[in-house]
């Protein structure tokens, strides 16, 4: 869901929303790069471009509603959604003017941070589970990762004014019936991966995890 600049740069708090962002976002961005194995871009490249084909069906307003597949994305690439994310969201702002420059920062927090977090609660139920309970975890990825970014969305709205918390309340109710599609959607293809590509799920994309050179 894309918050607008339009609504956060009307006030000082607002603004000062758009420049925590813009910092949240370089910091979680530089996490996922240092994080990120570079042997696997081509991943990021294609959860970057499913992100931004699904969140260019939406319902316009101040809070646009569409599919986020924030979930999916936190299961496959860990910290490397936030690279991913705003990549998506700016080219989207460029291209279509989705949420404006500005608040490139602040959308790229409100979908990469909950995506974030479902790697760290769901990731080990998906890869080391049987079919069942993955599909059940990939179901609350899905659900948890739209469900946590409409409160991140609400809370920015409410940081920027308490006359934008009637906005806040509806991207949070608009953002349920999302959170159950994205859900099926996630455990749809979390049993899909685990049957004929469990290697993207089995190995996290962290530095860490490389193999270090042989040494001398």
């Not at 974030?116 to 599909?135: D, I, K, P, T």
Request: net charge positive.
């Amino acid at each position: 869901m894309h918050v607008s600049e339009v609504v956060l740069s009307g006030s000082a708090s607002g603004q000062m929303v758009l420049g925590a962002g813009m910092v949240l976002a370089a910091a979680g961005t530089a996490v996922g790069l240092r994080k990120l194995d570079y042997e696997r871009i081509p991943q990021v490249a294609v959860l970057s471009s499913a992100f931004f084909v699904a969140s260019l069906i939406h319902v316009p307003g101040p809070v646009a509603v569409h599919l986020v597949l924030n979930g999916l994305m936190g299961l496959v690439l860990g910290w490397a959604a936030f690279p991913a994310i705003l990549i998506a969201l700016l080219l989207q702002a460029l291209f279509f003017q989705f949420g404006g420059l500005t608040a490139v920062g602040i959308n790229t927090v409100i979908m990469a941070l909950p995506a974030v977090a479902c790697y760290y609660l769901f990731h080990r139920a998906v890869r080391r589970s049987g079919e069942m309970v993955a599909m059940f975890a990939g179901l609350a990825a899905g659900t948890s990762g739209v469900f946590l970014a409409s409160l991140l969305a609400a809370t920015a709205l409410y940081l920027a004014g308490q006359q934008f918390a009637v906005l806040g309340h509806l991207a949070i109710l608009e953002n349920l019936p999302v959170a159950a599609i994205d859900g099926l959607v996630t455990a749809t293809t979390v049993v899909f991966l685990r049957k004929v590509r469990p290697e993207l799920l089995a190995a996290p994309l962290l530095a860490s995890a490389r193999p270090e050179p042989p040494r001398a």
